[in-house]
């Protein structure tokens, strides 16, 4: 049988610092109860360290799940569109730090379809021969591309990291289709102008070019149509109905987007993981990490069909249709954490409240 690209390994990284929605209820004209309605969103991760700390210690993670040494990578992937680095790659930097001197490695950046895009490299590298094991890593800083006062952005987003491990298999379980796409003619929907976000992420670019801009209405309806569209002709691709679907792990971008476009698909609540609420969106790394929250709930067994799908800036969007393997276990545990922090989420915003403060000069002062 040929070969596929199947999950065996997975991990996740968030920090531990929380912005709640009463924390922004300070910042802009927003309330709690608003972004529940609106974005199924309590409280997002505003990190303390470097995003590709996260994304060393969840592909740690991910790698004792599979119960791989570093050593045994052919292959790694960063999905990410706020890289540490614009060069080396985050990939590089952690080929590095994991000793994984097999790997080549590869950012990649298709903003929040990331993770499919990269699988979908995964799936055509395994499958040709190219690769027998491959680390992909989803990873996020974004909130240094938040102005946390403008309210139209500021309550979606957050920080983490999340890994997984694919394998060849002949087993019969494994990815068994693929659909991307792209519209580069929306791109202006989501714009971020600056790049690279290690320490001082404020490096001489003004605020009104370093924060997001984000025509969140406009997103809206094109991520519900993207989304069903793209899940429809993976589906197809497989020679599956969405009846035949366990689970489907979607893009957590908003839980109102992630509902009516799995109820086009006809998938009702039950059969759709959503993780969004302590954790908002996470971009690139939310497919992975609501991997390893699915894996670690029990929600995953063998042989389950998971559909996996995106959208996102650019605008990309992508479905990836897998059966799920053997694996609901993991190998083994990696012990090791975040070095910690006694940093208050004010401590932690205060450069970039300053940094955008100038945006809203004729604005009352923060409460
Ligand atoms: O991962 C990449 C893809 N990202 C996404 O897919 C996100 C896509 N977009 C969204 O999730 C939603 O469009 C938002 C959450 C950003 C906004 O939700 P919405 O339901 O589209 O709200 P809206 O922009 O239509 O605004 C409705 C009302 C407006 O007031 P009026 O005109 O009805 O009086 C807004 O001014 O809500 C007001 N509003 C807010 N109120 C409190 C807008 N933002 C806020 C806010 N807090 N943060």
Known sequence: MAKRAV????GKCVPPTTLTNADLERLCDTNDQWIIERTGIQSRRISHVEGTDLAELAARRALACAGLQATDLDLIIVATCTPELLCPSVATMLQDR??????????????????IYSTANVTGMIESG?????????????HVAMDYRDRATSILFGDGAGAVVYEATDSGAGVL?????ADGSKGGTMVVRAMGTRGDPYWGKPPEETRLHFEGQAVFKIAV???AASATRALERAG????????????????RIIDSATRKLGIEPGRVFVNIENLGNTAAASIPIAIADAADAGRLEPGDMVVL???GGGITWGSVVMRWGDRVQPVGVHEGELEPTDAT??????????FYAPLHADEPPVN
């Open 177 to 181: 289709s693929v659909d991307l796409g």
């Open 345 to 354: 989420i004010w401590d932690l915003l205060e450069s970039n409240l300053e």
């Open 7 to 10: 999950v065996t390994g997975w």
């Open 130 to 142: 190219f690769a027998e094991r491959v680390l992909v890593v989803g990873v996020e800083k974004l």
């Open 98 to 115: 994991l000793g994984a001197t097999e790997a080549a490695a590869f950012d990649l950046n298709a903003a929040c379809s990331g993770f």
């Open 225 to 227: 149509q993207g989304i």
């Open 240 to 255: 599956l109905d969405a009846d035949e679907v366990d689970l489907v792990i979607p893009h957590q971008a908003n839980a």
């Open 309 to 311: 799908t995106a959208f």
